[in-house]
């Protein structure tokens, strides 16, 4: 009897190995005839959109007196900028911000004490535009505001772009059609045809500055400091094989 149970488990043990041999040389034979390719969607393109702001300061003890003041940096600034060709629609002026500032100093006793001096008020001036050159020179030329006696500080032009969605398919198609045709020469170079298409897997969509050594991000990067862009993305591709 133990003689019999030995040899029925000896015999399960042979069948069940026998099967894990069988299912994983199919499973190679069955990778052996996939052609896995990634392809690549590339494409140089210039922002539509143009994002730019500044921000002008007066200070003053007295709190209506730096407000008055402000607010006639604040017109010189808008007909400045009308004037060198910005559309008024596009103009926007934030709200005001104040702050108390104060002088700390230490006496000959080494107490410290602090004094105030003025209030501070900074306004921040917008433009967004689909006339990117026009408001780009603009921004090249504001610091003429510091001739008329304004505390004027200006950002770098952020630039956008606004069809991305569109973009993004066509790079899609791109991609995918630029790996078929990898996958295709495989197959020739090989003696054999590809298949129906098994696993299409999209990579990170990333826009850089043309002609730039910028470093790709793991979660896709969206340069907006140029004007002029590129986007890549890239799609993997499974395909069996006849």
């Not at 690549?40 to 539509?48: E, I, M, R, Y």
């Not at 495989?186 to 969509?205: D, E, P, Q, R, T």
């Amino acid at each position: 009897m133990k003689n019999l149970t030995n040899t029925i488990i000896i015999g399960l043990t042979i069948v069940i190995t026998t099967l894990i041999v069988v299912f994983a040389f199919n499973k190679r034979i069955t990778r052996s005839e996939i052609i896995s390719v990634t392809g690549l969607g590339k494409k140089d393109f210039a922002s539509d959109l143009i994002v730019w702001s500044g921000a002008f300061s007066k200070k003053n003890l007295d709190l209506q007196k730096a407000y008055k003041e402000l607010n006639t940096d604040n017109t010189s600034i808008k007909e400045y900028l009308i004037k060198m060709g910005a559309d008024e629609k596009e103009i926007v002026f934030s709200a005001i911000d104040i702050d108390q500032e104060y002088d700390y100093y230490y006496d000959k006793f080494d107490n410290s004490h602090e004094k105030f001096t003025g209030y501070r008020l900074t306004q921040i001036v917008t433009i967004e535009s689909k006339d990117v050159d026009k408001i780009e020179d603009i921004s090249r030329q504001v610091t003429e505001l510091i001739n008329l006696g304004i505390e004027f500080y200006s950002d770098p032009p952020q630039y956008y772009y606004t069809r991305l969605a569109e973009l993004k398919l066509e790079m899609i198609a791109s991609a995918t059609e630029d790996a078929r045709l990898r996958a295709e020469k495989i197959a020739i170079n090989s003696g054999s045809k590809i298949g129906k298409l098994k696993i299409a897997k999209m990579g990170v969509f990333q826009i850089i500055a043309r002609n730039s050594n910028e470093d790709y991000s793991w979660g896709g990067s969206y340069n907006t400091r140029s004007k002029m862009k590129t986007a890549t993305i890239t799609m993997k591709l499974e395909f069996g094989i006849k």
